[in-house]
C-alpha cells in the first residue's frame, strides 16, 4: 500500500510563501503521478498540481500557475509544493494525492493523505 503524510502548513500573511511536504512511503510506485488538491471551507476540492514520479512531467491549474511549483525527491520519498506569493483565497486544506494516471479530478487517485491546514490572513 502507499501512505502518504501531509506536512508543513500553517498561518501566514498574504504575499508570503510556504513549502508543504508530502512524506511518501509503502510500496514503489514508479509509475505514479503524485497530486496536490485543496479544499476551501464550504468549497469542493480542486485540483492544484501534479508531478510524474519519475520524470519531469508537471501540470498547474490556472489558480496557482507562475506562483506554485511542485517537486520531488525520490531520494527522500518526498513530494514538495512550494507556494509563493499566496493569497486569501488559497486558504485551504491541502491534500497530496497517488494514482497511476495524470488526472486533473480527485477520482483519478486512489491514495490521499490526511491534509495540512493552509490559512492566509489579508
Known amino acids: 500500500q502507499v501512505q502518504l503524510v501531509e506536512s508543513g502548513g500553517g498561518l501566514v500573511q498574504a504575499g508570503v510563501s510556504l513549502r508543504l511536504s508530502c512524506a511518501v512511503s509503502g510500496r514503489t510506485f514508479s509509475n505514479h503521478f503524485m497530486g496536490w488538491f485543496r479544499q476551501a471551507l464550504g468549497k469542493e476540492r480542486e485540483f492544484v498540481a501534479f508531478?510524474?514520479?519519475?520524470?519531469?512531467?508537471?501540470f498547474y491549474a490556472d489558480s496557482v500557475k507562475g506562483r506554485f511549483t511542485i517537486s520531488r525527491d525520490n531520494t527522500k520519498n518526498t513530494v514538495y509544493l512550494e507556494m509563493n506569493s499566496l493569497k486569501p483565497e488559497d486558504t485551504a486544506v491541502y491534500y497530496c494525492a497517488a494514482g497511476v494516471i495524470a488526472a486533473v479530478t480527485s477520482s483519478g487517485y486512489r491514495y490521499w493523505g490526511q491534509g495540512t491546514q493552509v490559512t492566509v490572513s489579508s
Open positions: 508531478i510524474r514520479w519519475s520524470g519531469e512531467q508537471t
